[in-house]
């Protein structure tokens, strides 16, 4: 069975600092993981997602993740936040069959 | 390319009564669609998956029952929330993919808010 685990259901930053959201997954079999976004009451948009290869993956509006392995984890992260970048983010994990197992979600709040 | 939508964003309806959800792939044929509920403040948990012109699988503690899936073509899954209830309110969002594998993603409509009172 898949999980992930996302550390921190809000994560609050002023606008221009670091953005870092985490994400340890669990998985048996090598792991697919994804980063969306979704903005209130609308469905859920793709940043990124890592299945094979480099393992720092670059997404959209500035987002990036790195899949480490032995640490289990693919935390997301952008170097200055945005005020548009308040949203809620979740961390996905999935194997080959694309059944998509989601995290509890971190809502991310930017001050200005 | 690769939208999805899914119809109507919203809907108030009373208890007992049943609500249909749409979902259609634009552009692409989705032979897989995905019917998730969100609470609140918390996940996406699976509820369904649907194989075009198969019958739904659904997850442990999802009753068939009470939701039923129809995927009949390519481009048009529909979930019916049958006599709903007060605890049925939820926000329900549906993705779609051109296949199984991993090489095809989940593309995902901007849900539907059903409330029931």
């Known amino acids: 069975a898949q999980s992930v685990t996302q550390l921190g259901s809000h994560v609050s930053v002023s606008e221009g600092a670091l953005v870092l959201l985490r994400c340890n997954y669990s998985?048996?079999?090598?792991?697919?993981l994804f980063w969306y976004v979704q903005y209130p009451n609308q469905g859920l948009q793709l940043l990124l997602k890592y299945t094979t290869g480099a393992t720092l993956v670059k997404g959209i509006n500035g987002f990036e993740a790195e899949f480490k392995k032995s640490e289990t984890s693919f935390h997301l992260t952008k170097p200055s936040a945005h005020m548009s970048d308040a949203a809620e983010y979740f961390c996905?994990?999935?194997?080959?069959?694309?059944?998509?197992?989601f995290g509890a979600g971190t809502r991310l709040t930017v001050k200005p | 390319g690769a939208v999805v939508s899914q119809h109507p964003s919203r809907v108030i309806c009373k208890s007992g009564t049943s609500v249909k959800i749409e979902c259609r792939s634009l552009?692409?044929?989705?032979?897989?669609m995905f019917w998730y509920r969100q609470f609140p403040k918390q996940s996406l948990m699976l509820m369904a998956t649907?194989?075009?012109?198969?019958?739904?699988?659904?997850e442990q503690g999802v009753e068939k029952d009470k939701f039923l899936i129809n995927h009949a073509s390519l481009t048009l899954s529909t979930l019916t929330v049958t006599s709903a209830h007060p605890e049925d309110s939820s926000f329900y969002i549906c993705?779609?993919?051109?296949?199984?594998?991993?090489?095809?993603?989940?593309?995902f409509g901007d849900g539907t808010r059903l409330s029931i009172l």
């Open positions: 649907s194989n075009e012109g198969s019958k739904a699988t659904y």
């Open positions: 998985s048996s079999v090598p792991p697919y």
């Open positions: 996905a994990v999935s194997d080959q069959s694309n059944d998509m197992r």
């Open positions: 552009d692409f044929q989705a032979t897989t």
């Open positions: 993705s779609a993919s051109s296949g199984t594998g991993i090489n095809q993603p989940q593309h």
